[in-house]
């Protein structure tokens, strides 16, 4: 029996926030089915994910707010146990419902998720290892895992790894990352006391709060412009503006953000980070699904 306490700490709403690297991925791909589509969609977002909040949550024990939980519960022991399952689930899924390729990278992710909470490695207290981890992991490999399982053609049983070597899934898996490495210290921005009281220097502690801001305006811009060169290159430049129309309430939402958080601190605090992290999930997975359903 899973108590409340483990099920709220699995964060499985949380998933949302990491749904446009796979929405992305299944506008990019030239062999989507929707049985695929489905099966990769509950593989991550209901197990491969809520794994691995159960995981770093077990051993965070966070007391403050934590993304998707303002007031989360004390952890429970059955945390960890039910968490390990998840992961055997989905990685048993991911070897009946796709191949094994796909469920070797699932694999490498749950392992590297547990690198960087597991106290005895804990990557999560280095601000840069914690930062290139995420970037990585959340962005590049999850969208090139996702290429790979809606790739699979069911004329001619799948294509394995040489599906990524194609030369516009590298260079959107770098672009999903860079996406990433930008907007992951806004994540951390109103946990700086709690991840100083537990010795974690998460990027965001270490730049500070004005720091955050400038940094993850840079890496964005760094994103925009390649998402120009990819749609214009790869597609088709309408694509980008298209792209651009979507994100404009992130945009704006985002500005007035940094202007208060500037004159006062305080702003940045969780119910502003969850609200940015809403918009900015929700224009994306329209977008791409939009893109999606166009091709």
Known sequence: MITRSTLLHLRIPFSIFLMPVFCFAASQVEHL?????????????????????????????????IGGLKNPPKVKQDLLFTSLIFDVIGLFF????????????????????????????????????????????????????????????????????????????????????????????????????????????????????????????????????????????FQDEFYFWLFQAFLAPVLLYFVYWTIISWRDASQANFQRTMLLNVLSSLSMIAYFTIITLMK
């Open 94 to 233: 991911s070897f009946l419902l796709v191949n094994w390729q796909f469920a070797l990278l699932v694999f490498i992710y749950g392992m590297m998720s547990k690198a960087y909470s597991h106290p005895s490695i804990r990557l999560k207290k280095y601000a840069i290892g914690g930062w290139l981890t995420v970037g990585i992991f959340q962005g590049a490999c999850t969208y090139l895992m996702c290429v790979l399982a809606f790739e699979k053609d069911f004329l001619t049983d799948f294509y394995g790894f040489e599906v990524l070597y194609k030369e516009r899934h590298l260079f959107a898996a770098a672009l999903i990352s860079i996406l990433l490495l930008g907007s992951y210290p806004m994540t951390q921005i109103y946990q700086h006391e709690e991840d100083a009281k537990r010795g974690d220097k998460t990027i965001s502690l270490l730049l500070g709060i004005r720091g955050t801001f400038i940094f993850t305006i840079l890496f964005f811009g760094i994103a925009t412009a390649g998402f120009y060169f990819y749609f214009s290159t």
């Open 33 to 65: 089915t929707w049985q695929m589509y489905f099966a990769v969609f509950v593989i991550l977002h209901i197990f491969v994910y809520p794994a691995s909040n159960g995981f770093n949550s077990f051993y965070d024990k966070d007391e403050g707010s």
